[in-house]
């Protein structure tokens, strides 16, 4: 379980990201971040990892302050799936796979046969262990992507918008895809995105940000869909919904 106390993010220039934020993701579930640019997702996210502290407040990862973990050991532990893959371009894919095993030292080949695993767990076929990521789609990029996350077997594993930059056939598909993966990996999964479909097809928990780092409502999908708690949670549900709808 992760748990956020009273935590509170205010930049360096005075930006208040996060504001005084409580909440609990419980574990082996989809938890998503959903909302508006800037409202704090992201900031949210990285204080998971420590790639970003929080100015005030306590977050707690199975009970323990992760104030006290020391952060590049904690950010290993931790799966992180970003937009646009942040692949490395000039590593093959089994060897961006293999990143974090090999900088935890690993031995090589081990840390490649697993990469060769994982390509399988995530859908991609084999000959592509070579190409650079360059010689991939968008969709197969994102799917290197999950699998440098699950590299280091993770509980946790954080993903940032992950399928944003891919075209929309492509994007259900790896949306389908996550929903199999964790159903077989029980992993717990902390997604960020803009989109509110997304956000009610894979989350079991979903919160909904207001600007300024502050929740508007968290609970399932149902209960912001039956109960929004105000006319800012019903508004976003109503906007985000598919055009195709209206015409
Ligand atoms: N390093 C930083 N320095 C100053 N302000 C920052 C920094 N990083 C983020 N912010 C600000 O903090 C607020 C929250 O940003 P954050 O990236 O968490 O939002 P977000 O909801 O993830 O947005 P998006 O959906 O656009 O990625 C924004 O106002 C942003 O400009």
Redesign the pocket.
Known sequence: MIEFRAVT?R???G????DELDLIIPPRQVTV?V????????????MINRM?DPTSGTILIDGDDIATREPVALRRSIGYVMQNSGLLPHRTVVDNIATVPLLRGEKKRDARARARELMTVVGLDASLADRYPAQLSGGQQQRVGVARGLAVDPNILLM??PFGAVDPLVRVELQTELKRLQHELDKTVVF?T?DIDEAFLLGDQVVL?RPG?VIAQAGTPRELLEAPADDFVAEFIEAGRPRSILR
Do not use: I, P, Y
């Not at 930006?15 to 996060?18: D, I, K, R, S």
């Not at 909302?35 to 704090?40: E, N």
């Open positions: 993010k930049f360096a220039d930006t208040l990201a996060v971040f909302g508006s640019s800037g409202s704090g997702k992201t900031t949210v996210l990285r970003v940032d918008e960020v803009h940000f780092g």
